[in-house]
């Protein structure tokens, strides 16, 4: 019993998130600053008479904050990894939160990497069968290939060779 439950944990653990390359502090300072502007260059435009143009400019700083709040929800996307030598769970959470989970038996699972001369990998997917699922998509090309080559690693290690 006890070489069973040695098989069942996991020997490869991976989580892939989005990177992203402000942080919610620098985010606060980059509104800060564009409020600032906008209400110096506002206030100056106020007191020439081009009232407009103090509205308009200030659509732009609400764009500005709208484009950045779509772009941090995206990044709570997760897709979540574990291999052991009897089972590749992948766990995908998209921004929505509503969890998918995929099952495979290792020993019948193909690691396909999609690849382009010049950008690199430009896709992973697990396949077992008619069974599809792709993994790290929003990742960098230099993370997917960190990715690649750690999970190709481990996965031939979980077939045993």
């Given at each position: 019993?006890?070489?069973?439950?040695?098989?069942?944990?996991?020997?490869?653990?991976?989580?892939?998130?989005?990177?992203?390359?402000?942080?919610?502090?620098?985010f606060?300072?980059?509104?800060?600053?564009?409020?600032?502007?906008?209400?110096?260059?506002?206030?100056?435009?106020?007191?020439?008479?081009?009232?407009?143009?103090?509205?308009?400019?200030?659509?732009?700083?609400?764009?500005?904050?709208?484009?950045?709040?779509?772009?941090?929800?995206?990044a709570?996307?997760?897709?979540?990894?574990?291999?052991s030598?009897?089972?590749?769970?992948?766990?995908?959470?998209?921004?929505?939160?509503?969890?998918?989970?995929?099952?495979?038996?290792?020993?019948?699972?193909?690691?396909?990497?999609?690849?382009?001369?010049?950008?690199?990998?430009?896709?992973?997917?697990?396949?077992?069968?008619?069974?599809?699922?792709?993994?790290?998509?929003?990742?960098?090309?230099?993370?997917?290939?960190?990715?690649?080559?750690?999970?190709?690693?481990?996965?031939?290690?979980?077939?045993?060779?």
């Amino acid at each position: 019993m006890q070489e069973k439950n040695a098989a069942d944990q996991p020997f490869f653990k991976a989580l892939l998130v989005p990177h992203r390359s402000m942080g919610q502090r620098g985010f606060a300072i980059l509104m800060a600053a564009l409020l600032l502007v906008w209400l110096t260059f506002g206030a100056m435009f106020l007191s020439i008479g081009a009232w407009p143009v103090f509205g308009f400019f200030g659509l732009d700083v609400v764009a500005i904050y709208i484009a950045f709040r779509i772009n941090y929800r995206a990044a709570r996307a997760r897709e979540e990894v574990s291999l052991s030598r009897l089972s590749l769970d992948i766990r995908k959470v998209p921004p929505s939160g509503r969890a998918e989970e995929y099952s495979f038996n290792p020993f019948w699972t193909r690691f396909r990497v999609d690849r382009h001369t010049e950008i690199g990998i430009t896709g992973m997917m697990v396949e077992m069968r008619e069974r599809r699922v792709s993994l790290g998509s929003f990742l960098s090309p230099e993370e997917r290939e960190s990715f690649a080559r750690a999970f190709g690693q481990a996965l031939a290690t979980a077939k045993g060779r």
